[in-house]
């Protein structure tokens, strides 16, 4: 019986995987490349076949593919970079609190709703509520 992975094979096999990183090496990618080192696009780093990371201009969680036109040279460095920036602009959107501290549907502050709850039948107090146990 086959298990179902939830996203597959999404980078395709090693063949595909050393094929991209050549390509991205060549002067036919336009990213400068001789075909043996071709600069970070963030930092200008030279990257080699051992060194490159290739990274995805339209990430996966936004349906990005692995596909000529939206790949590019990355150095190690920046790619870890580039992986932290997104994961906290993914928590701060999910963050039901603005970076001033107040409720985004309902307006209350952080502490406020903490004393005396959120205003109406805001969801961030429900769920708040559930998490907390009352």
């Given at each position: ?66 596909i ?8 190690p ?58």
């Amino acid at each position: 019986m086959a298990r179902l992975m939830p996203n597959g094979n999404d980078r395709g096999s090693s063949y595909d995987r050393r094929a991209r990183r050549a390509w991205l090496l060549s002067p036919a990618s336009g990213f400068g490349g001789d075909g043996v080192k071709v600069p970070c696009w963030e930092c200008g780093a030279m990257v080699s076949d051992r060194t490159i990371h290739v990274d995805r201009i339209v990430p996966a969680h936004q349906g990005g593919r692995y596909i000529r036109s939206n790949i590019r040279p990355h150095c190690p460095t920046c790619s870890h970079r580039e992986g932290q920036r997104v994961m906290a602009a993914l928590r701060a959107a999910a963050d039901p609190y603005d970076a001033d501290g107040f409720c985004r549907s309902c307006g209350v502050e952080f502490w406020a709703s903490r004393r005396a709850g959120h205003a109406g039948d805001c969801p961030v107090g429900v769920e708040e509520a559930r998490a907390d146990g009352w």
